[in-house]
């Protein structure tokens, strides 16, 4: 699902990240670790197509990473910082997640149910600017979990402001979502997570994994 053969991107004249060889397959996680700063983020920018890069390949789903091909944003979710629209609530977000990928009538009951699931139930009709860091954060995994299981999930920290009960509950839907077949690309400070979803794990400190995939 996901190949890169020695990836490396500078910014400017400072190096970030590479070489790097990395490949997730369905239903696989790889997880990313590492101190601040050490390319983790970037790493799974070129992996979604945020981010260009400076040598090497990526291949995602067969080709180049495609973030203006809806069919690859629909195959690929990418969680990274929290864009809404003012004007709409928490619930009309999710819904427009929910018939953008084809839920049709099954669309609001579906919103409820991840709703209640991400304990947003109370704060649907709240823009989402009215919500805290943390409410924000379960948001972006609302919407990650609205629509069918997507081929690839590519996640950057999304523990990330939540509550120790929430980081439990989010490392179980995780889990569920490799026994449906989609593959996880994950970076993470959160040793609970490392350990719940580590199929593999790829240590950044000290410069990255230099053309491997690091240790297990
Ligand atoms: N847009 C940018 N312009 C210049 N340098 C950048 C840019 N984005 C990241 N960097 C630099 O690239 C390096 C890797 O940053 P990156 O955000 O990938 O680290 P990270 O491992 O995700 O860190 P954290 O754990 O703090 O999120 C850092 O030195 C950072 O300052």
Redesign the pocket.
């Known amino acids: 699902m996901i190949r890169l053969k020695g990836v490396v991107?500078h910014?400017?004249p400072?190096h970030?990240?590479g070489p790097i060889d990395l490949e997730v397959g369905p239903g696989e996680s790889v997880v990313?670790i590492?101190?601040?700063?050490?390319?983790?983020?970037?790493?799974?920018?070129v992996a979604a197509g945020l981010e260009t890069y400076d040598s090497g390949s990526v291949n995602v789903l067969g080709g180049e990473p495609q973030q203006d091909s809806p069919d690859f944003r629909r195959r690929v979710f990418v969680l990274d910082e929290l864009a809404f629209f003012p004007d709409l609530s928490v619930r009309e977000h999710l819904e427009l997640i929910a018939v953008g990928h084809g839920l049709g009538n099954k669309a609001a009951r579906r919103v409820d149910a991840v709703l209640a699931r991400c304990r947003l139930s109370l704060h649907g009709d709240l823009s989402p600017r009215q919500l805290s860091k943390g409410l924000q954060q379960l948001l972006l995994i609302a919407s990650m979990l609205v629509p069918p299981s997507p081929d690839l999930m590519i996640l950057?920290?999304p523990e990330r402001h939540l509550d120790e009960d929430a980081r439990s509950w989010l490392g179980e839907e995780l889990v569920q979502k490799k026994l449906e077949g989609t593959g996880l690309l994950v970076?993470t400070?959160h040793r609970p997570l490392v350990e719940a979803l580590g199929d593999r794990v790829v240590d950044?400190g000290g410069g990255g994994p230099v053309g491997s995939e690091g240790a297990e």
């Open positions: 991107r910014y400017g400072n970030a990240i990313l590492g101190p601040n700063g050490c390319g983790k983020s970037t790493m799974l920018r950057d920290e970076a400070h950044f």
